[in-house]
């Protein structure tokens, strides 16, 4: 962690394949993966039916299974559709969730590059409604909802320690609103970093 403004950042999944369409970026250090494919029909060219699914696993040079899911043929490609499974170089579960149409869709378990997790829903690939985040070691984070892959309303971030970091009101994504930050126990407020936000920075002290 960089410092309390950095604290409730959203972090990039673990996950070790790209997204067909529509995503972000997978973080990891895979060099190179095997892409084993077994399909309910042979092939993606003209005569692979519509809607035809396949199972889709990936390995990494060791030959450890780092992604579990299965793909749909739409409109002349192969899409990520169903339940995914994202493993660590270790076989570790790492992150789990559902493809619609090659963009996450339902309740997502997640987790990120250090360590920490995630867990709550995506529509047509973009975060929506209550979401949390924990500690490495399972202490809350962060809370707060999504609106359009967006922070809105209030979000309240919390140290390793369980005390209380930060609240603060978001609209479309940045800090806007009355923006509360409290001290190392978790009690006093820190002046120099509080106030009144305007998208994103500081315009005005607490009152």
Same mark, same amino acid.
């Given at each position: 962690?960089?410092?309390?403004?950095?604290?409730?950042?959203?972090?990039?999944?673990?996950?070790?394949?790209?997204?067909?369409?529509?995503?972000?970026?997978?973080?990891?250090?895979?060099?190179?993966?095997?892409?084993?494919?077994?399909?309910?029909?042979?092939?993606?060219?003209?005569?692979?039916?519509?809607?035809?699914?396949?199972?889709?696993?990936?390995?990494?040079?060791?030959?450890?299974?780092?992604?579990?899911?299965?793909?749909?043929?739409?409109?002349?490609?192969?899409?990520?559709?169903?339940?995914?499974?994202?493993?660590?170089?270790? =076989?570790?579960?790492?992150?789990? @969730?559902? &493809? !619609?149409? +090659? $963009?996450?869709? /339902?309740? %997502?378990?997640?987790?990120?590059? *250090?360590?920490?997790?995630?867990?709550?829903?995506?529509?047509?690939?973009?975060?929506?409604?209550?979401?949390?985040?924990?500690?490495?070691? =399972?202490?809350?984070?962060?809370? @707060?909802? &999504? !609106?359009? +892959? $967006?922070?809105? /309303?209030? %979000?309240?971030?919390?140290?390793? *320690?369980?005390?209380?970091?930060?609240?603060?009101?978001?609209?479309?994504?940045?800090?806007?609103?009355?923006?509360?930050?409290?001290?190392?126990?978790?009690?006093?407020?820190?002046?120099?970093?509080?106030?009144?936000?305007?998208? /994103?920075?500081?315009?005005?002290?607490?009152?």
């Amino acid at each position: 962690m960089s410092g309390p403004a950095s604290d409730a950042l959203v972090r990039k999944k673990v996950t070790q394949a790209p997204h067909h369409r529509g995503g972000r970026p997978w973080a990891g250090s895979l060099v190179a993966v095997l892409l084993v494919v077994i399909a309910t029909a042979c092939g993606c060219g003209p005569s692979t039916a519509e809607g035809t699914t396949r199972d889709l696993e990936v390995k990494n040079r060791a030959g450890i299974v780092t992604v579990k899911g299965t793909e749909r043929f739409t409109d002349g490609e192969w899409l990520k559709h169903g339940a995914f499974t994202f493993y660590g170089d270790r =076989g570790e579960v790492l992150t789990t @969730g559902q &493809y !619609k149409d +090659g $963009l996450e869709s /339902g309740t %997502w378990t997640e987790t990120y590059e *250090d360590r920490c997790t995630g867990r709550g829903a995506y529509v047509e690939g973009l975060r929506s409604g209550p979401w949390q985040t924990f500690h490495a070691k =399972g202490m809350p984070q962060d809370s @707060g909802e &999504y !609106k359009r +892959g $967006l922070r809105t /309303g209030l %979000w309240l971030s919390y140290r390793r *320690d369980g005390t209380k970091l930060r609240e603060a009101e978001y609209r479309n994504g940045q800090e806007n609103g009355r923006v509360v930050y409290f001290g190392p126990q978790g009690r006093l407020v820190n002046h120099e970093l509080s106030g009144t936000y305007k998208d /994103g920075e500081r315009k005005k002290p607490l009152q």
